[in-house]
T-cell receptor, first 117, second 119 residues
Framework: AQKITQTQPGMFVQEKEAVTLDCTYD???????LFWYKQPSSGEMIFLIY??????QNATEGRYSLNFQKARKSANLVISASQLGDSAMYFC??????????????FGAGTTVTVRA | DARVTQTPRHKVTEMGQEVTMRCQPI?????VFWYRQTMMQGLELLAY????????DSGMPKDRFSAEMPDATLATLKIQPSEPRDSAVYFC?????????????????FGPGTRLLVL
């Protein structure tokens, strides 16, 4: 079974608007971490934001925020005030706290975001 | 601004040749990961090192792939012999595990990748 599901293969967003990227996850472990990475056309993987399963507040990093809904197993990324440089592939990933296996990142298939001027 | 570095950035080789990819993790990081990214499979974990010790290489084809950390500043991934199906982008990532009392889920910081094409 897929651990991370990103249902939006591609999205278009107007410059300066906000965009929400969906991510749902599947785990029975009470301890886990959720990550978002950005991969621009240059190919590098850039870490954006992290949310721990026990964190009480939603994570924020500049224009990035994570809408964490634990009961729904949802960790959507919100990019506010989109810029042309935000055009990229975005990956949601999860690490679970199973003893001895807690280093593995499970990645979603990714969502391509294209920002229009 | 500390970054993971990888060399070479691009490699074109012929089937049967040996390929060596190198990675310099961020100074002070104690975990190193090797990933492979393809259109069909997405991102796959190949190997994992903690404090230079290999803890998991179950994702690697054992007969042709090998991963080592000769020292804390260098990780290598070798393919011998290479095959066309090995064509992919290979990423190295590093992180810092601070121990049980710290942030258990350390962030993995990725290098720029090595784009490998085996003809």
């Amino acid at each position: 079974a897929q651990k991370i599901t990103q249902t939006q293969p591609g999205m278009f967003v107007q410059e300066k608007e906000a965009v929400t990227l969906d991510c749902t996850y599947d785990t029975s472990d009470p301890s886990y971490g959720l990550f978002w990475y950005k991969q621009p056309s240059s190919g590098e993987m850039i870490f954006l934001i992290y949310q721990g399963s026990y964190d009480q507040q939603n994570a924020t990093e500049g224009r990035y925020s994570l809408n964490f809904q634990k009961a729904r197993k949802s960790a959507n990324l919100v990019i506010s005030a989109s810029q042309l440089g935000d055009s990229a592939m975005y990956f949601c990933a999860m690490r679970e706290g199973r003893r001895g296996n807690d280093y593995k990142l499970s990645f979603g298939a990714g969502t391509t975001v294209t920002v229009r001027a | 601004d500390a970054r993971v570095t990888q060399t070479p950035r691009h490699k074109v080789t012929e089937m049967g040749q040996e390929v060596t990819m190198r990675c310099q993790p961020i100074l002070g990081h104690n975990t190193v990961f090797w990933y492979r990214q393809t259109m069909m499979q997405g991102l796959e974990l190949l190997a994992y090192f903690r404090n230079r010790a290999p803890l998991d290489d179950s994702g690697m084809p054992k007969d042709r792939f090998s991963a080592e950390m000769p020292d804390a500043t260098l990780a290598t991934l070798k393919i011998q012999p290479s095959e066309p199906r090995d064509s992919a982008v290979y990423f190295c990532a590093s992180g810092l595990v601070k121990g049980l009392a710290g942030d258990r889920f350390e962030t993995q910081y990725f290098g720029p990748g090595t784009r490998l094409l085996v003809l």
